[in-house]
C-alpha cells in the first residue's frame, strides 16, 4: 500500500538556521511527491513537486529531491525567516491516480 | 490555480445534529475531494464528489454518514450526519485543475468542527 512518514514535530528553529524535514515513502508504482505548507489560518498550499526519481522540487528558497534508492523526499532550506512558521506536509500520489496521501504534518516554529 | 472557498469555517455542533459543509472552486475543475484531519492525525480522503452522480467513498467512509453533492462543477457540499465527538476533526474540500495548472490538488481553508 501507499503511506508517507514524516518527521514529527513541533519544530523550533532561530532565524537563518538551516531546515531539514525528513520524510520517506512507501508505494506500489512510481509516485509523484509533493510538499503542502499550511500557514496558520489558511488552507493547505502546494509547495513544491517532484513527478520522477532524482527529480528536485524547488520554491521560495525551500527544495526536495526525490531519491528512490532511500525512498526519501526531505525538505531542505538553508536560512528559515519567521514568516516560515507553518505546518508542512508530505504527500505522495501514484501515477494515474487522484488522490493524495498525506504524511502526519510537522509544525515548524521560526523565532526572531 | 483555483481558489476554494469553504463554509463555515468553524463550528460547534451538538452530539446527534448534522451539519453541512459547502465548497465553491472559483472555475471549473476535472475533480472535487473531501478529506478530513482528525487531530494531530494525517489528512484522509473520505471520499470523490462526483458531479451528477454518486460520490466514490473511500473504505471506512459511508454515504448515509457523509453524504455528498455535486450539482455542477464548481460547488460540493458534504454533510457529516448524527454527529459524535469521534467527528470533532477539519474538513478540507479538495480539486484537481486542469492541465493548465498541472494538474495540481488545491485545498479549501478547511472547516474545524468540534461537537460537543
Known amino acids: 500500500g501507499n503511506s508517507v512518514t514524516q518527521m514529527e514535530g513541533p519544530v523550533t528553529l532561530s532565524e537563518e538556521a538551516f531546515l531539514t524535514i525528513n520524510c520517506t515513502y512507501t508505494a506500489t508504482g512510481y509516485p509523484s511527491l509533493f510538499w503542502y505548507v499550511q500557514y496558520p489560518g489558511e488552507g493547505l498550499q502546494l509547495l513544491l513537486k517532484a513527478t520522477k526519481a532524482d527529480d528536485k522540487g524547488s520554491n521560495k528558497g525551500f527544495e526536495a529531491t526525490y531519491r528512490k534508492e532511500t525512498t526519501s523526499f526531505h525538505l531542505e532550506k538553508g536560512s528559515v525567516q519567521v514568516s516560515d512558521s507553518a505546518v508542512y506536509f508530505c504527500?505522495?500520489?501514484?501515477?494515474?491516480?487522484?488522490?493524495?496521501?498525506f504524511g502526519t504534518g510537522t509544525r515548524l516554529t521560526v523565532i526572531p | 490555480s483555483a481558489v476554494i472557498s469553504q463554509k463555515p469555517s468553524r463550528d460547534i455542533c451538538q452530539r446527534g445534529t448534522s451539519l453541512t459543509i459547502q465548497c465553491q472552486v472559483d472555475s471549473q475543475v476535472t475533480m472535487m475531494f473531501w478529506y478530513r484531519q482528525q487531530p494531530g492525525q494525517s489528512l484522509t480522503l473520505i471520499a470523490t464528489a462526483n458531479q451528477g452522480s454518486e460520490a466514490t467513498y473511500e473504505s471506512g467512509f459511508v454515504i448515509d454518514k457523509f453524504p455528498i453533492s455535486r450539482p455542477n462543477l464548481t460547488f460540493s457540499t458534504l454533510t457529516v450526519s448524527n454527529m459524535s465527538p469521534e467527528d470533532s476533526s477539519i474538513y478540507l474540500c479538495?480539486?484537481?485543475?486542469?492541465?493548465?495548472?498541472?494538474?495540481?490538488?488545491?485545498f479549501g481553508e478547511g472547516s474545524w468542527l468540534t461537537v460537543v
Open positions: 479538495s480539486a484537481r485543475g486542469g492541465t493548465n495548472s498541472g494538474n495540481t490538488i488545491y
Open positions: 504527500a505522495l500520489s501514484e501515477t494515474g491516480a487522484n488522490n493524495l496521501f
